[in-house]
């Protein structure tokens, strides 16, 4: 069976740094992009990044650029994601996701709270 | 940015009726749209792909239609499980999600 278990998330002040996880199982993971998808409380789904099968391209939405780092290990079937700089408005749960063109399956996600 | 609007907002049906909802892209997709449920305390779960793909274990109940700038997802006839909230997403341009229409049970 296909698996992601996300982790990483806390609680942060804004303007500091969190590193989440995405731990794959149950599939090639190197055969594979992976996206970040974030949602906030009440809010709808939000793109956040994704990674191409080896990693060498990532892709980001416009308010994480320069902020945030996607990558992975394939050695670790496990996705990154690098979150600097962080503001209130990141405040969300961020789930990961199997795929480029369409997403599926999803991690149950982590939340991620910014505040001081 | 390709903007996805979803409509209505919020669905009230009951259980065996049916549920058509709607996903108007602000360029045209092709078959480029995906279908997602949503479920409080869930993962998302992939329903629809390439505009009329069911994914894998996906009920024949779940319809999805259209292409261009008009998509509808249908649900046949509502299970109790189909209560959710579902999203639309395109992957022409980038990637982005409608705001979701919510089927409450009536």
């Known amino acids: 069976e296909e698996q992601l278990v996300e982790s990483g998330g806390d609680l942060v002040q804004p303007g500091g740094s969190l590193r989440l996880y995405c731990a794959a199982s149950g599939f090639i993971f190197s055969d594979f992009a992976m996206t970040w998808v974030r949602q906030a409380a009440g809010k709808g789904l939000e793109w956040v990044s994704g990674i191409s099968e080896g990693g060498d391209r990532p892709y980001y939405t416009d308010s994480v650029k320069g902020r945030f780092t996607i990558s992975r290990d394939n050695s670790r079937n496990t996705l990154y994601l690098q979150m600097n700089s962080l503001r209130a408005d990141d405040t969300a749960v961020y789930y990961c996701?199997?795929?480029?063109?369409?997403?599926?399956?999803w991690g149950r996600g982590t939340l991620v709270t910014v505040s001081s | 940015e390709t903007v996805l609007t979803q409509s209505p907002a919020t669905l009230s049906l009951s259980p065996g009726e049916r549920a058509s909802l709607s996903c108007r892209a602000s360029?045209?997709?092709?078959?480029?749209l995906a279908w997602y449920q949503k479920k409080p305390g869930q993962a998302p779960r992939l329903i629809i792909y390439?505009?009329?793909n069911r994914a894998t274990g996906i009920p024949a109940r779940f319809r999805g239609s259209g292409s261009g700038t008009d998509f509808t997802l249908t649900i046949s006839s509502l299970e109790p499980e189909d209560f959710a909230v579902y999203y639309c997403?395109?992957?022409?341009?980038?990637?982005?999600f409608g705001q979701g229409t919510k089927v409450e049970i009536k």
């Open positions: 390439g505009a009329s």
């Open positions: 997403q395109q992957r022409s341009n980038w990637r982005t």
């Open positions: 360029q045209s997709l092709g078959t480029s």
């Open positions: 996701a199997k795929g480029w063109q369409a997403f599926g399956p």
